[in-house]
Nanobody, 126 residues
Framework: QVQLVESGGGLVQAGGSLRLSCAAS????????MGWFRQAPGKEHDFVAA????????KYADSVKGRFTISRDNAKNTMYLQMNNLKPEDTAVYYC??????WGRGGSYRNEYDYWGQGTQVTVSS
């Protein structure tokens, strides 16, 4: 059974940076695409970024393009989200997710992912 654990969330001022990590255990995910979603209070889960199994392909939501960078280290079974120039509207619980299908490019829809972490809170003050 795959387990995903996010870390790195916290409180930061607007314009600041945070780096989220998603550590996987249970089995290697080096053949599986992964992604980040977020949920603000009272809103649906929104797609943030995705990365292919190899790390060669990435995609981002328009709202975070140019500010966020997704990456992965398959040797460590860990995915990252570097968030720069944070804005108050980035405040949300951030979730990492992994596809069970192998060799994927990483989707932008929740139903494409099979494994989810418990989430980490990111709060950006103005």
């Amino acid at each position: 059974q795959v387990q995903l654990v996010e870390s790195g969330g916290g409180l930061v001022q607007a314009g600041g940076s945070l780096r989220l990590s998603c550590a996987a255990s249970g089995r290697p995910l080096s053949r599986n695409a992964m992604g980040w979603f977020r949920q603000a209070p009272g809103k649906e889960h929104d797609f943030v970024a995705a990365i292919s199994w190899s790390g060669s392909t990435t995609k981002y939501a328009d709202s975070v393009k140019g500010r966020f960078t997704i990456s992965r280290d398959n040797a460590k079974n860990t995915m990252y989200l570097q968030m720069n120039n944070l804005k108050p509207e980035d405040t949300a619980v951030y979730y990492c997710a992994a596809e069970n299908t192998q060799w994927g490019r990483g989707g932008s829809y929740r139903n494409e992912y099979d494994y989810w972490g418990q989430g980490t809170q990111v709060t950006v003050s103005s």
